[in-house]
Each structure stands twice: as C-alpha cells, then as structure tokens.
C-alpha cells in the first residue's frame, strides 16, 4: 500500500527513536515523521484504501465543503510557506495573518481542543500588529 519513499520515512523515522534510545512504539514513530510526509499520505494513491474510509475520522471537525484533495492542498501551501520560513527566506510580501488564520483553522479541523491551548499562548498576531 505504501510506496517506496512513505516506507523509507517511516525507517527514518525508526532509527531516529531508536538512536534516542526511546521505546519503539507508534505514537514516537508517529511523532518521528515529517509534516511533508503526511501532507504525502493525503496523495491520491491513498483515497480508496485509507481516506474514503478514514477522513472525517482523522479530520473530525472537517467542512462538508472540503474533501481530500481540497485538505491535501490546503496542506501543500501550508507546508511550502512552513519550509520557507525554516529555510530562512523572507516572508515579509506575503499575507502572514492568512497564513496564520489558515494554520489554525486546518488545525481546528484536527483537533479544536489543540486550537483552544495554541490560541491564548501564540503571540503571532501580536508580532504581527508591531512590524514597521
């Protein structure tokens, strides 16, 4: 079911837990992987076996309006501006408090309860207002 490089992940992701010396077990394997890998599990490859069944229950909170392939996208975006600023390149043109409104709200689709502890603590939107 998993193609060549979501298996090499999940190896990678492996060796990373056991060269810490913590418990092979899912949830540090699931925490092992990257944000890119799971925007790679919403490919359309995986629909029939895994997302037709299993959507609405990994994304509880997930419009009626969106589907796999919109959340999919939506992620593909998420993930480019994420590496952008990982990377070190400037974001100033871009639109950050979409980026952010978006952030949380595909978040909230996953887990509002995460929403609710990240709102009150994240200070982007403060940042934001004072920039010259």
């Keep these: 079911m998993l193609d060549t490089h979501r298996k090499e992940d999940i190896d990678e992701a492996r060796r990373r837990v056991t060269s810490k010396r913590l418990p092979l077990v899912t949830g540090q394997i699931v925490a092992g992987l990257s944000f890119g890998f799971w925007v790679a599990m919403l490919d359309r490859r995986y629909n029939p076996a895994l997302w037709s069944a299993y959507l609405r229950s990994a994304f509880p909170d997930l419009p009626g309006t969106q589907d796999r392939k919109s959340l999919q996208?939506?992620?593909?975006?998420?993930?480019?501006?994420?590496?952008?600023?990982?990377?070190?390149?400037?974001?100033?043109?871009?639109?950050?408090?979409f980026r952010y409104s978006e952030c949380i709200e595909t978040l909230g689709w996953l887990c509002r309860h995460k929403v609710a502890w990240i709102r009150p603590e994240c200070r982007v939107m403060a940042v934001l207002r004072t920039k010259p």
């Design 73 to 97: 996208e939506r992620l593909r975006g998420i993930s480019k501006f994420r590496n952008r600023i990982w990377h070190h390149e400037p974001i100033f043109k871009d639109d950050i408090s």
